[in-house]
């Protein structure tokens, strides 16, 4: 079995692909008819789905996998487990399940880079979800314990009261689009039709 795809997408750092790319690979090798169940990283299969937040499609490959695999590969198992925290919405046990298994070298590097993603993703949801919010949940939300997590979000401009012990969020500006006014589009429209002719 050829994985040079999915060699070359890990090595690239190119998480976003391997989905895509294991995706297809079964594919292939089912409709050649190869054997390819118990070679199968399936570990990484479950992590780039969930690399790319796509919990539905990790739920479906890990109920196609064999049970004999799942029993023999505790690293698949644990895979899985990050994807029942994100299925549950069980923030803080996605670090827990991240934390919680000695990853193998060449999973400890994807399990990684999830990480950072679901961090800045966690971030981008309390930005938007809270105007104030205490360092106890803010540590529960980013995996980290409250020093770095109030250390994390002071660094993106919120601010603390040192007595509640409460964050103020920082909101970011929304960029507005400027709005084209009529003469300047009848401009452009005159322009692109004498092009055209």
């Not at 391997?18 to 299969?45: N, R, T, V």
């Not at 549950?88 to 298994?101: L, M, P, Q, S």
Request: glycine share 4%.
């Amino acid at each position: 079995m050829d994985f040079t795809p999915l060699t070359e997408a890990l090595s690239s750092k190119s998480y976003d692909k391997i989905s895509d790319i294991c995706d297809e690979l079964m594919l292939k090798f089912a409709a050649e008819g190869i054997p390819f169940q118990d070679e199968w990283p399936y570990q990484i299969h479950l992590l780039g789905h969930i690399y790319v937040n796509d919990i539905n499609s990790a739920r479906f490959l890990w109920k196609s996998i064999p049970s004999a695999i799942k029993e023999s590969q505790p690293e698949v198992a644990a895979a899985w487990r990050i994807g029942q925290r994100l299925w549950t919405r069980d923030y803080a046990g996605v670090y827990e399940a991240i934390r919680g298994f000695d990853w193998s070298q060449e999973t400890r590097v994807l399990v990684a880079a999830f990480s950072e993603v679901y961090t800045k993703r966690m971030f981008q949801l309390l930005l938007s979800a809270y105007s104030t919010i205490s360092i106890e949940d803010t540590a529960r939300f980013l995996g980290m314990n409250e020093d770095d997590a109030a250390n994390y979000v002071l660094q993106q401009g919120w601010t603390v009261d040192p007595a509640s012990r409460m964050l103020t969020v920082k909101k970011q500006l929304i960029v507005t689009e400027q709005k084209l006014d009529s003469s300047k589009l009848q401009r452009l429209t005159e322009y692109v039709f004498h092009l055209e002719h």
